[in-house]
């Protein structure tokens, strides 16, 4: 981390990075790290049919989309100390000693908080999947003397799992916050939702903190400050700095086998289906995503010939050069591209009923392709070659 903050900072301090884009070094870093929690909290391997699977897919792409908010907020705000009162540009000697205690506040004491409430976030967000909707919950403090006096005020609190309020209170409701929820029989005289409400807003008055992990699927909300900084959905060249894709492809020697008949990829296709004609596959990063039956019919094998390329996709799946999570309002898609000498290669996945399911598989060889690529290629980078 010293060499990759030192690299960042005089990036900054030469005017190569500002506000609006995101150094890679310094993103990764903190994106992984901060994803270990999340991973932690999971099982090691999970099947596509697993509920979690999508869940931590989701809170993975939350982290590192709030890791790329929080690297563009360091550069926005170290660029404002290059210069001094007068404009003057402050020589780097200086610079570098202004600007060392906002770096260790960052990316040491900062980041420390943003882990621990990684951590908190996933396992209160598995949990939750694992209690049934009739179920009553019980809100708990550790019950030590380092309990907030707020929280206390929620100690032993019963709710219907099903009640609004755990909408707001349902931990963790600040910075390294220890409180839990555990399984409860319902009380003999239950709080109303609205006596409730009223306590939770005495709680939690911090509005990022107003968050169910389990049911919201994300760690860091839009109301965390780091958000401010980005507005628009981010762009590989302009906010990432990657190279466009003429440039990638000028460089890529690596040929993309074809088939020439159909039979020999419905073979390849059966040979790892199991009897409901679906077959899962699992990424680098833990994710496993189904390949049905509606998906081989999707890509329509014999109309357009896919299946003379399609012997591709498992590459591209498990080696992608680079993996986008494009987020919308009512689902979330991962991208997954491999440029290959000929053309670049894409998959594209989305979440249907608690599940990751593969949609689509084209290559971009032809205008209306190429633009639908460019189109996906943006959002939040999750891997890049």
């Given at each position: ?7 960042f900072?005089k990036?900054?301090h030469?005017?190569e990075l ?5 150094d890679n ?29 999508s ?19 360091q550069?926005s705000?170290?660029?404002?100390l290059?210069t001094?009162?007068?404009g ?7 610079y570098?000693?202004?600007v060392?205690q906002f770096l ?6 900062y ?10 976030s996933?396992?209160?967000?598995v949990?939750w999947?694992?209690?049934?909707d009739?179920?009553w919950?019980?809100?708990r403090t550790?019950?030590d003397?380092?309990v907030?006096?707020?929280h206390?005020l ?23 916050c ?5 399984p409860a ?14 306590l ?7 509005k990022m903190?107003e968050?169910?992990p389990?049911k ?11 958000f401010?900084?980005?507005?628009q ?8 700095g990657m190279?466009?894709?003429d ?10 086998p074809?088939?020439t008949?159909?039979r020999?990829f ?5 040979a790892?289906?199991?009897e409901t ?6 990424d680098?990063?833990g994710?496993?995503v189904?390949?049905?039956r509606?998906f081989?019919?999707?890509?329509d094998?014999?109309?357009?010939g896919r299946y003379r390329?399609a012997?591709n ?6 080696e992608?050069?680079?993996k986008?999570?494009n ?5 979330n898609?991962?991208?997954y ?5 000929d ?10 009923k608690?599940?990751?399911v ?6 971009a ?12 290629r943006?959002g ?5 070659k």
């Amino acid at each position: 981390m010293d060499s990759i903050l030192e690299d960042f900072v005089k990036q900054v301090h030469a005017g190569e990075l500002d506000g609006s884009k995101i150094d890679n070094r310094l993103y990764f870093k903190t994106a992984q790290r901060l994803a270990g929690a999340i991973i932690n909290a999971f099982p090691t391997e999970m099947s596509y049919e697993d509920p979690l699977n999508s869940l931590a897919a989701t809170l993975q792409g939350n982290i590192y989309a709030f890791s790329g908010a929080k690297t563009m907020t360091q550069a926005s705000l170290l660029s404002k100390l290059i210069t001094d009162d007068n404009g003057k540009l402050n020589p780097f000697s200086q610079y570098r000693q202004d600007v060392d205690q906002f770096l260790k506040d960052y990316n040491e004491r900062y980041l420390d908080a943003e882990y621990t409430n990684a951590i908190a976030s996933a396992q209160s967000a598995v949990q939750w999947q694992q209690w049934d909707d009739e179920d009553w919950l019980e809100y708990r403090t550790v019950g030590d003397n380092r309990v907030r006096d707020s929280h206390r005020l929620l100690d032993n609190l019963v709710l219907p799992k099903n009640s609004p309020v755990w909408d707001r209170i349902y931990p963790p409701n600040d910075w390294m916050c220890r409180c839990t929820v555990i399984p409860a029989d319902p009380p003999k005289n239950p709080m109303s939702d609205a006596e409730a409400g009223k306590l939770g807003k005495k709680v939690v008055t911090k509005k990022m903190f107003e968050n169910n992990p389990g049911k919201s699927r994300i760690v860091y909300s839009n109301e965390h400050p780091y958000f401010k900084v980005i507005n628009q959905e981010l762009d590989p060249v302009m906010n990432y700095g990657m190279r466009p894709v003429d440039k990638i492809m000028k460089d890529e020697d690596l040929p993309a086998p074809v088939l020439t008949k159909e039979r020999e990829f419905k073979e390849w296709w059966d040979a790892k289906a199991d009897e409901t004609g679906a077959f899962g596959l699992t990424d680098e990063q833990g994710i496993a995503v189904e390949f049905n039956r509606d998906f081989l019919e999707h890509i329509d094998v014999k109309k357009q010939g896919r299946y003379r390329y399609a012997i591709n996709l498992e590459k591209v799946f498990l080696e992608a050069d680079e993996k986008w999570l494009n987020q919308g309002r009512a689902t979330n898609t991962w991208v997954y591209i491999k440029y290959f000498k000929d053309y670049p290669y894409v998959l594209i996945v989305d979440e249907r009923k608690g599940r990751l399911v593969a949609q689509t598989f084209y290559r971009a060889d032809n205008p209306k392709m190429f633009s639908a690529f460019l189109a996906k290629r943006k959002g939040v980078l999750l891997k890049r070659k």
